[in-house]
């Protein structure tokens, strides 16, 4: 359970280009945005989506991989690693102050380089790079006339469940087709966490058939928060993002939500579950 109240933001960010390069500034200039706050929310967790540094599709991943090194049980040193986007989220989260999930990015093995993972990092509101998650269940679908995604063809499916020790409790972390499989947030529930955070991308087929419903079921199930942070919708890339990012309390209720459009939502999640929420969007 959360230690006191906080505030969130979950960043729908859009413009997503094929330059790594203004992807990573934008998405900087993104968070620092949603941790000013809005005069009504001061968050203290800032979330971004799935594979916010690169186009999302399985061609992409491998050119947009990054090397990151980072064992749970080891010291890293985020300078002297070679990812540019952990350096870039860890500048922001120290500079703004912030609990950042950093959406996900794809990842390269430094013991295989053929390996490829799809990682969300998490960063201490001193620059620190405290965990990682890898995408444990990969995206495999093939609906005949609407949309066909292999994620396995290039990606490995992450093998640890991942939850976060915070100053304002304990956070479980899965990106997209994990909200699809229980135990993830069940395990959470029972180890004392606050809220399951997702970054994901869920598409134009399966978003409006089950994106709000999974949310919505993982919450009331295990009387916990579940956020779900997604890239805005952008029908001149290849794939093309449902949005919605979303807060869900533990009783069930959306209690903030954005449309398609780059949005940054805020919401309180709280000690105790309250009825009074109101859902508040900032363009």
Same mark, same amino acid.
């Given at each position: 359970?959360?230690?006191?109240?906080?505030?969130?933001?979950?960043?729908?960010?859009?413009?997503?280009?094929?330059?790594?390069?203004?992807?990573?500034?934008?998405?900087?200039?993104?968070?620092?945005?949603?941790?000013?706050?809005?005069?009504?929310?001061?968050?203290?967790?800032?979330?971004? =989506? +799935?594979?916010?540094? !690169?186009?999302?599709? &399985?061609? @992409?991943?491998?050119?947009?991989?990054?090397?990151?090194?980072? /064992?749970?049980?080891?010291?890293?040193?985020?300078?002297?690693?070679?990812?540019?986007?952990?350096?870039?989220?860890?500048?922001?989260?120290?500079?703004?102050?912030?609990?950042?999930?950093?959406?996900?990015? =794809? +990842?390269?093995?430094? !013991?295989?380089?053929? &390996?490829? @993972?799809?990682?969300?990092?998490?960063?201490?509101?001193?620059? /620190?790079?405290?965990?990682?998650?890898?995408?444990?269940?990969?995206?495999?679908?093939?609906?005949?006339?609407?949309?066909?995604?292999?994620?396995?063809?290039?990606?490995?499916?992450?093998?640890?469940?991942?939850?976060?020790?915070?100053?304002?409790?304990?956070?479980?972390?899965?990106?997209?087709?994990?909200?699809?499989?229980?135990?993830?947030?069940?395990?959470?529930?029972?180890?004392?966490?606050?809220?399951?955070?997702?970054?994901?991308?869920?598409?134009?087929?399966?978003?409006?058939?089950?994106?709000?419903?999974?949310?919505?079921?993982?919450?009331?199930?295990?009387?916990?928060?579940?956020?779900?942070?997604?890239?805005?919708?952008?029908?001149?890339?290849?794939?093309?993002?449902?949005?919605?990012?979303?807060?869900?309390?533990?009783?069930?209720?959306?209690?903030?939500?954005?449309?398609?459009?780059?949005?940054?939502?805020?919401?309180?999640?709280?000690?105790?579950?309250?009825?009074?929420?109101?859902?508040?969007?900032?363009?």
């Amino acid at each position: 359970m959360a230690t006191q109240s906080f505030d969130i933001a979950l960043i729908q960010l859009g413009n997503v280009t094929s330059s790594k390069e203004k992807n990573l500034q934008h998405a900087r200039e993104m968070v620092a945005k949603a941790a000013a706050g809005d005069g009504s929310f001061k968050p203290r967790v800032v979330v971004l =989506p +799935e594979c916010f540094n !690169s186009p999302y599709g &399985v061609k @992409y991943f491998p050119e947009y991989a990054e090397k990151i090194g980072f /064992k749970n049980d080891q010291p890293y040193d985020v300078e002297k690693g070679e990812s540019e986007s952990v350096k870039m989220l860890s500048s922001v989260a120290k500079e703004t102050g912030v609990w950042l999930i950093g959406g996900s990015i =794809p +990842e390269r093995d430094t !013991s295989d380089d053929k &390996v490829l @993972y799809n990682t969300s990092t998490i960063y201490s509101p001193e620059g /620190k790079l405290v965990g990682i998650h890898r995408k444990v269940h990969l995206f495999d679908i093939d609906i005949p006339g609407k949309i066909t995604f292999q994620e396995s063809k290039v990606l490995t499916g992450g093998s640890q469940l991942t939850q976060i020790d915070t100053d304002v409790g304990r956070l479980g972390v899965g990106i997209c087709y994990d909200v699809r499989f229980p135990e993830l947030a069940m395990v959470a529930a029972r180890q004392g966490c606050a809220a399951m955070i997702y970054p994901g991308a869920f598409n134009l087929t399966t978003g409006p058939l089950h994106w709000e419903l999974l949310a919505r079921g993982r919450a009331v199930d295990n009387q916990i928060y579940i956020a779900m942070c997604s890239p805005a919708r952008d029908t001149s890339a290849d794939y093309h993002a449902w949005g919605h990012s979303m807060l869900v309390d533990p009783l069930g209720k959306v209690v903030a939500e954005a449309d398609e459009n780059e949005r940054i939502v805020y919401a309180r999640i709280g000690m105790t579950l309250s009825l009074s929420h109101s859902p508040f969007i900032l363009g």
